[in-house]
């Protein structure tokens, strides 16, 4: 039986998961919760609010929230990090096009899709355009779910060898959906999405805009015990981070400890971008925090060398069909509990130290942890965790929950790992 607050906190979860389809959608979902908990919008442009209080800074497709009471010489930064991104497929600059009679939209590929997990689904289509309004250029929020796109999988017919021999698809040419019948207008698109969004067509100046899946997150299983949804990898890590700063907050005094939450656009092309993990991002923000205390440089050094970093992303749970491709060593079970990732070449930052920090915080949680690592004849993935670590010089573990069909358009995990690892990051960030 599922108690009341992971109910509560599972259907929040479902909530936050069908409520972001973009990373401009999850930044925009996570900003409205920190509204209500009386955070305030820091614009980085304009001087830093001086103030103890709670604040967050919105960055694209990133935003980074924190809480600052009155710190004495103890200052120091306990850091969640997240990514807002999830691999699909995206418009090109000038995506109308047509094959066979058919309306279509040329795409690329974002991330390491499973490209096989895109084909037969009903798709919306979210994102920002950039408009032009009188004067001023603005980017505006956009998601159209009611025109409804797909991409069609090839009859088996057609493709007598795809069960035995396996499904190789072209992205150029196998990936590019279909929304109508009869070739329409360059710029149909886009102006039709503009229509969606109350703007003028020709006010739209350009777009980022995606695709997905339009199936909402449910709960299944026997015993409700899974979720499946799109986006889980890492949506629900930027949910956890979220609800347990909320928690943090709310708890009172904050004493020396800064407790900062980040979520990051682009971990899945490598953070390399103006906002994601691998910018100036996080450790600029943290030198204006450390600044408005009244801290200088030396302050600065002293507080990271006292912090710690969590770097929470998707881990991988040992696959029924596939246990072969796992460490037998060591099982990770849906609902097991938060994953605690290692790899000996540090494309996750655990060590002994971070690792024991976050298995401690899980203790005082009341949650049981699971240890993962691949098996020594595969590589291994990575995530924003060595990167913050090498652009902070902080401690970083790289934690997660456990989940099944990662980087597919729909994945799926446990149902009750989600609020444990809320309330196991919540700990982290108090701190010992
Ligand atoms: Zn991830």
């Not at 004495?72 to 047509?98: E, M």
């Not at 007598?160 to 196998?174: D, I, Y």
């Not at 450790?283 to 912090?307: C, N, Q």
Request: hydrophobic share 40%; proline share 6%.
């Amino acid at each position: 039986m599922m108690g009341a607050m992971t109910a509560a906190h599972l259907a929040d979860l479902l909530s936050f998961l069908d409520a972001s389809p973009s990373p401009y959608h999850a930044v925009a979902t996570a900003a409205s919760r920190m509204e209500q908990a009386e955070f305030h919008e820091v614009d980085e442009r304009r001087p830093w609010p001086k103030e103890p209080g709670r604040y967050f800074v919105r960055r694209g497709g990133s935003l980074v929230a924190w809480a600052v009471g009155e710190p004495g010489p103890d200052l120091r930064f306990r850091i969640i990090g997240a990514h807002t991104d999830s691999p699909n497929l995206r418009l090109k600059p000038a995506p109308d096009t047509s094959g066979s009679g058919f309306r279509q939209l040329g795409v690329e590929v974002y991330g390491g899709a499973l490209y096989n997990s895109w084909l037969d689904r009903d798709l919306g289509v979210s994102g920002r355009l950039t408009v032009r309004i009188g004067t001023d250029v603005v980017d505006v929020l956009v998601r159209v779910d009611d025109i409804g796109l797909r991409v069609p999988q090839l009859a088996v017919h057609l493709d007598r060898e795809v069960n035995t021999k396996g499904l190789v698809l072209n992205p150029q040419v196998h990936l590019t959906p279909v929304w109508g019948l009869t070739p329409g207008e360059p710029g149909e698109f886009v102006a039709l999405v503009a229509d969606r969004a109350s703007v003028p067509a020709d006010a739209v100046i350009s777009h980022d805009l995606m695709l997905h899946d339009l199936t909402p997150a449910r709960v299944l299983g026997a015993d409700r015990e899974f979720i499946a949804s799109a986006r889980i990898d890492n949506l629900l890590s930027c949910h956890s981070g979220v609800a347990s700063l909320l928690q943090v907050v709310e708890g009172g005094d904050l004493g020396d400890v800064v407790p900062l939450v980040c979520l990051f656009d682009h971990e899945e092309i490598g953070s390399t971008s103006a906002a994601g993990a691998g910018s100036s991002m996080l450790p600029t923000i943290i030198e204006r925090i450390v600044g408005a205390t009244g801290g200088d440089r030396e302050t600065l050094a002293a507080a990271l060398a006292r912090s710690a970093c969590a770097s929470a992303d998707g881990a991988h749970a040992t696959h029924p069909n596939y246990s072969d491709r796992h460490d037998a060593k060591h099982h990770i079970a849906l609902d097991g509990g938060p994953v605690i990732k290692y790899n000996a070449n540090v494309r996750y930052a655990t060590d002994g130290p971070s690792a024991a920090a976050f298995a401690l915080a899980c203790e005082r949680a009341d949650v049981a942890h699971q240890h993962f690592v691949m098996r020594s004849d595969m590589a291994c993935g990575s995530t924003i965790g060595p990167t913050t670590a090498a652009r902070l010089g902080v401690s970083t573990v790289d934690v997660g929950v456990a989940q099944l069909s990662m980087h597919s358009a729909r994945e799926m995990c446990g149902s009750a790992d989600p609020e444990r690892f809320s309330r196991a990051l919540a700990e982290f960030l108090m701190g010992d």
